[in-house]
């Protein structure tokens, strides 16, 4: 019993550790995305915040 239950628990470690590395990346391509269209904003002489 107790082992099925560290198996599991270290399954689900793995998928969470895999995961988060996974978004944590997209995380960071948006944040990229967001600074360059807030930077083009600024150069076009828009309002950057609107």
Do not use: Q
């Not at 198996?7 to 944040?31: D, E, N």
């Amino acid at each position: 019993m107790l082992t099925t239950i560290a198996i599991i628990l270290l399954i689900l470690w793995l998928l969470g550790f895999i995961g988060f590395h996974i978004l944590g990346g997209f995380i960071h391509i948006l944040l990229v995305v967001a600074i360059i269209l807030f930077l083009i904003r600024i150069i076009r002489g828009e309002n950057p915040v609107k």
